[in-house]
C-alpha cells in the first residue's frame, strides 16, 4: 500500500507538468486566408506560427471580408465556440474597407490632395471596428489579441506613395484605438516589416503576400510572441512549403508586369 501511494504521489507533479497546447485562431480577410499561395491551408503564415510554437490551429478567415462582414461574422456559433476557447486571435482586417470602396476613384481623390473620401472610410472603418474589438472582449476577455497593420503591396512609382496615405490612415486608427483602450491587443507591425524588407513579397495577384510574404508575416508574429514572453522561437518551423501561385489569366502576368516596370522605376 505505502509503494502504491508513493508511485501515485509521484505521478501527480508528471500530470501537472503536462503542457496544454494553446489554441490560435486567424480572424479576418484573404491575407489571413493566405490568398498570395497555392497551398494555404497547409502554409500560409498562421499556418506556420502554430506549427512553429505546437498551437492548435482554426482559420475563420474569409477573402473578400470588410469590417462589416468580420463583425457579422463573429455573430456565427462556430466562431464565437472559437473565440471563446482561444488563447492567441491574430486579425487582419481594414484592407478591403479601400480596396471594395471605388480604389480608382479613390486614389484620383488623393492624387488631387482631397483626403476627404479616405477620411469617410476610415471613420465608417473605425466605428466598426471598435465594435469588433468589443465584441471579442465580450466572448473572451483574457485572449491575446495580435493586430496586424496593413502594408503597402503597390511598387509603381506615384501610385504607392498615393495608396500609402490610404494604409496610413488605416494603420493609425488601430494606434488610435489602442490609445483610447490601453492593452486592448498588440500590434504585429507588419507593415513596417513589409517595407524594411528588400525582398519581392507579392503574389502575382499584384495585391496578396506571396511565399516570401507569408513567412515574413509568420517570423513578424513570432517575434511579437517572443516579445511578449509567449514562445522562445522566432524563426518559423516550415513543415509545409509555401508555393507561390501560378495564373492562367493574362492579366495576371500584364499586372505582374507592369508590377516590375515599378520596381525598376525605384
Not at 84 to 113: E, P, Q, V, Y
Not at 171 to 188: F, M
Request: aromatic content about 10%; hydrophobic content about 45%.
Amino acid at each position: 500500500m505505502l509503494s502504491i501511494v508513493m508511485i501515485a504521489c509521484l505521478a501527480v507533479p508528471a500530470f501537472a507538468a503536462k503542457k496544454t497546447a494553446k489554441n490560435y485562431v486567424l480572424l479576418g480577410d484573404s491575407i489571413a486566408v493566405g490568398e498570395g499561395i497555392a497551398n494555404p491551408r497547409e502554409a500560409n503564415y498562421g499556418r506556420m506560427v502554430a506549427n512553429t510554437n505546437g498551437y492548435n490551429y482554426a482559420n475563420y478567415a474569409i477573402s473578400g471580408s470588410m469590417s462589416s462582414d468580420m463583425l457579422r461574422r463573429l455573430d456565427s456559433p462556430d466562431v464565437a465556440a472559437a473565440v471563446k476557447k482561444a488563447d492567441i486571435i491574430s486579425i487582419s482586417i481594414g484592407g478591403n474597407d479601400f480596396l471594395r470602396n471605388n480604389l480608382f476613384f479613390l486614389l484620383i481623390t488623393i492624387m488631387a490632395g482631397n483626403m476627404s473620401m479616405v477620411n469617410d472610410i476610415v471613420d465608417s472603418f473605425y466605428e466598426q471596428f471598435c465594435k469588433i474589438i468589443e465584441r471579442i472582449k465580450k466572448l473572451n476577455p483574457k485572449a491575446l489579441i495580435l493586430m496586424q497593420t496593413l502594408y503597402n503591396p503597390w511598387r509603381l512609382q506615384g501610385i504607392a506613395g498615393i495608396y500609402q496615405k490610404g494604409v496610413d490612415a488605416l494603420n493609425a486608427s488601430y494606434r488610435r484605438y489602442l490609445k483610447e483602450h490601453p492593452g486592448a491587443y498588440e500590434i504585429v507591425d507588419v507593415g513596417a516589416a513589409f517595407a524594411a524588407s528588400g525582398d519581392d513579397l507579392i503574389a502575382i495577384d499584384t495585391i496578396h503576400p506571396n511565399a516570401k510574404g507569408n513567412i515574413l508575416i509568420a517570423k513578424t508574429i513570432l517575434k511579437k510572441l517572443n516579445a511578449l514572453g509567449y514562445e522562445g522561437k522566432t524563426e518559423p518551423v516550415i513543415k509545409h512549403e509555401p508555393l507561390d501561385k501560378v495564373s492562367s489569366n493574362p492579366m495576371d502576368y500584364y499586372k505582374m508586369a507592369l508590377y516590375y516596370i515599378g520596381l525598376v522605376a525605384l
